[in-house]
């Protein structure tokens, strides 16, 4: 009787925890609890994380970052995979353009805000993160969830906190544990692992994580007719999923169409 009774609590407990999780999970998917984000004013250190990829997808990311205002995102996380150094070199490329677009615009209204004396210190704060690949070219299924794994445990570190060079340049009022209040990908494989590490920080209530790490995914300007696969993965845990062919409009369900971002 007390085995029929022991094994009767441990069904309803594995069942109370599975529907909790369920719910939990719901709870924090935004396409099925939609959530504004919190107000910011203009020179709140903000942190943009944008996740790069080899060839096409790091050229259409910087694309569309073109008109980006470094008042807006102070602290920029540049996340690429081990051994990466085209869209590492074309991401220092871009800060290096967009200086020289911005150098000598409304330094005082960012000292003030941010309480800095330097300027330059402020607006020019970024990181080049690199982690370990998900899945190389021709790699073996059998060893492939051992990168997956090693990629998303690597993801974690990422978004916790900045690197040491980036928290040397942040405002005091700012807590060494700083997650990213937006995450920006348009599709490479390590964007699976990144925004997958985000919801798990996420579905635990980290401290620190209430109201960061919403996520815009931007599908690849090549895909006409059919998402991507990362497309197809993340098209139900970001807060915005945009396409940019009419055809792939309501795709997964929740595809925006706004028209060709990148030309």
């Not at 615009?105 to 990181?127: F, P, S, T």
């Not at 060893?143 to 980036?166: D, E, I, N, Y």
């Not at 635990?204 to 059919?226: K, L, N």
Request: with cysteine; proline share 4%; net charge positive.
């Amino acid at each position: 009787m007390s085995k029929q009774w022991t094994t009767t609590l441990l069904i309803a407990a594995a069942i109370v925890a599975l529907t909790t999780a369920f719910l939990r999970l719901l709870y924090i998917l935004p396409s099925t609890h939609r959530t504004k984000p919190p107000r910011r004013n203009r020179g709140t250190p903000t942190r943009l994380l944008v996740v790069l990829g080899s060839g096409g997808h790091t050229a259409e990311m910087l694309r569309l970052l073109h008109d980006l205002d470094p008042a807006s995102y102070t602290y920029r996380s540049y996340v690429v995979s081990e051994g990466d150094e085209f869209s590492a070199g074309k991401a220092r490329e871009f800060e290096r353009q967009l200086a020289a677009r911005h150098s000598g615009d409304q330094q005082e209204e960012e000292e003030q805000a941010l309480g800095k004396g330097n300027d330059d210190e402020v607006r020019w704060a970024y990181e080049i993160r690199s982690v370990p690949r998900a899945r190389r070219i021709h790699q073996s299924l059998v060893t492939t969830p051992w990168s997956a794994v090693r990629c998303l445990l690597a993801c974690f570190g990422v978004l916790r906190s900045p690197s040491h060079s980036l928290r040397g340049m942040r405002s005091r009022s700012v807590s060494w544990v700083w997650y990213p209040d937006l995450i920006l990908t348009n599709g490479p494989g390590t964007a699976v692992c990144v925004v997958l590490a985000a919801l798990i920080l996420r579905f635990f209530s980290v401290r620190g994580t209430d109201g960061t790490m919403r996520t815009i995914y931007v599908e690849s300007w090549a895909r006409v007719r059919r998402l991507s696969l990362s497309g197809r993965i993340l098209s139900g845990v970001v807060e915005r999923f945009v396409v940019q062919w009419e055809g792939l409009k309501g795709a997964g369900g929740r595809a925006e169409y706004i028209g060709v971002l990148v030309s």
